[in-house]
């Protein structure tokens, strides 16, 4: 994936770094690119089950866009990269496997506006998180707006996005910006143990799961709800779902197939 992002796989997990470790792996063109790659990558691997995002170092997941690449673009070509970021998110969220966001550091910016759009943000508790863009005389151009006021609400939404307040670990997940937080010495550990529990479920019904939730958020709940039952009825017809019951039926631990 070149330098910008390393990817690996090992246990049907795809690992996707951040490689920028010198710039607190702030996102520029190449990275964003490669990181699409990879996701597509990992999308198309039916070994792959679930899939990591870490930044490099111990300092940051990711601090935002590089400034150096926004400081001369023209409103039509600062248009056409929100709508490419966002699209990148978008796809994220369309992808039929859980991404988890494990985060240690800063993750600021366009680097929240990543892990906002995975599924689980798993931080360590040196962890700081913000959208600090106001203080730059600009704003979040990633979905920022939209998925951190989904996330934790208006009101304390929009205090940080107006004021660029950054808050620590713990008060994410109090908000509920984040999962869960660990000790940094045990990051991997509480990552680990969550792709170990995924890994026990039915990687269809886990597909299918995040298209009904993500998908829902953005109908009106009366529609959501028909859509819910249109998805809870394709699950039923699986054969995962024909094992799972039949395995509760007779006492037993289910073997999901992914059909």
Excluded: H
């Excluded at 330098?3 to 490689?19: Q, W």
């Excluded at 299918?208 to 039952?229: P, T």
């Excluded at 094992?243 to 007779?250: C, V």
């Amino acid at each position: 994936m070149g330098e910008e992002v390393l990817y690996t796989k090992r246990e049907g997990m795809a690992a996707i770094m951040l490689n920028r470790e010198r710039a607190l792996n702030s996102l520029n063109t190449a990275l964003l690119e490669k990181l699409r790659a990879a996701l597509e990558d990992a999308e198309s691997d039916v070994t792959v089950r679930a899939i990591v995002i870490t930044g490099a170092g111990s300092r940051a997941f990711c601090v935002g866009a590089d400034v150096k690449e926004l400081k001369d673009k023209s409103q039509a070509e600062a248009r056409d990269l929100s709508l490419w970021f966002q699209d990148i998110m978008n796809y994220m969220e369309r992808l039929r496997k859980p991404i988890i966001a494990r985060i240690n550091g800063f993750c600021l910016g366009g680097g929240l506006e990543l892990a906002m759009a995975c599924d689980f943000r798993i931080a360590s508790d040196n962890s700081v998180f913000g959208l600090p863009e106001v203080n730059l005389g600009i704003i979040p151009g990633g979905g920022g707006t939209q998925r951190l006021t989904r996330l934790i609400g208006k009101t304390k939404a929009m205090e940080m996005l107006m004021t660029g307040e950054q808050i620590e670990a713990e008060e994410a997940l109090r908000l509920g910006l984040v999962n869960r937080v660990v000790p940094a010495n045990e990051l991997d550990t509480a990552v680990d143990a969550l792709l170990s529990e995924l890994q026990t479920k039915s990687a269809l019904i886990l597909g299918i799961l995040k298209l009904a939730v993500n998908n829902g958020l953005k109908m009106s709940f009366e529609r959501a709800l028909s859509y819910e039952a249109e998805c809870f009825s394709s699950a039923l017809a699986s054969g995962d779902a024909k094992e799972g019951l039949q395995a509760f039926i007779e006492k037993r631990k289910p073997k999901f197939r992914g059909e």
